[in-house]
């Protein structure tokens, strides 16, 4: 035991530094035997990791890919490639936004794929401006992507702006009626799914609690990294059969979490980017990640997702970073809407 523990403690190879931690924490307690079929077992079930192949079951049935291509900030002359490329590396799973401006391009990447249409998850989302034109407002998403449905519609905010003045919320007008005109498009053909996007407990609560809900979202996506872990609405959201997503889980544009001295450590030990890390990070703590890259060397990395993960140790390491950041605030909404209530209410 003594050999074994020195042994790992002081080689290089990566694999031997991560299972050095393993070592440590389980020294006391096992017996050389016990010792070594958790230490098989651990390695085995590492090797055995397929996230790219990881799906997670909806309250529809249907099954979500774990990991999909996020596209917002994604240029023109920039997406349609990264989805290309992503799609051929073997993702099946696509976010868009009508928002993002970039839908055709979106399913121009797609067609330029080769790969078939009902074998991709594509996700798009009603933006603010038509929450009172939900019926026109996935005809135009529609067109735009070129396809005739889509998996996942969500309302990207629950906050309906007027689109004749995009400072204004309606006052006539909420997140609980667009979700009445939402649950229409359920049985069209036009979307699999439905959900939501940016809602905290206490909006959802509204809306679960409200007598027009009938369908209780398919999908939470919110923001979901070390620095917005998020444990009290991820619980909430599972408690209702809500599936949530997780946006922004490299921290986004200039993320600080890359030089996050835990994350760097980890993934020092693994071998791994401090990117894979933190999406393996995601995927543990039972979420879809959605990583945004149009650099194609990053969109294969970010895809490089099994045989490998993380020990329970290093996920706490990682829940355990005390420092907090949000990349989507709610301060350029309407004015008078607020959206987050701190601490994931
Ligand atoms: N529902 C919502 O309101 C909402 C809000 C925000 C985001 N989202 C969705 O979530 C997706 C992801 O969030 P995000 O775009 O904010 O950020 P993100 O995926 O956390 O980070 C994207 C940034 O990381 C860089 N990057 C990606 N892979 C990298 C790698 N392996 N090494 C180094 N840098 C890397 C990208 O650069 P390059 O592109 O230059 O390679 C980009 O600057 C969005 O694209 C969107 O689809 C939804």
Redesign the pocket.
Known sequence: MTSCYKYLRYTNSPTRRSLSSLVTSNFVSYSPSVFARRQFSNTATMANIQNTKKTYKLNTGDEIPAI???????KPG?VEK?VEAALRAGYRHI???FA?GNEKEVGQGIRASGVPREEIWLTT?LDNPWHKRVQEGIAKSLENLGTSYVDLY?M??PSSTDPNDLKKHYPDWDFVDTWREMQKLVGTGKVKNIGV??FGIKNLERLLNDPSCKVVPAVN???L?PGNPSPKLIAYNKSKGIHSS??????????PL?SNETIKSIAEAKGR????V?LAWGLQKGWSV??????E???K??FDLDGWGLTDEEVAKIDAIPDRFK??GDDWLPEGVKVFFGDDE
């Open positions: 999909g291509l996020g596209t917002w900030q994604s920039e990264a976010d868009t936004a993002y989302k969500l990207h905010w996007s940016n996506q919110i923001e990294h997780g946006y922004s889980p490299l921290g986004s544009s200039d993320s890359y980017s401090p990117q894979q933190l959605l990583p945004k890259s149009v650099t060397s990053r969109v990395a970010n990349v989507c």
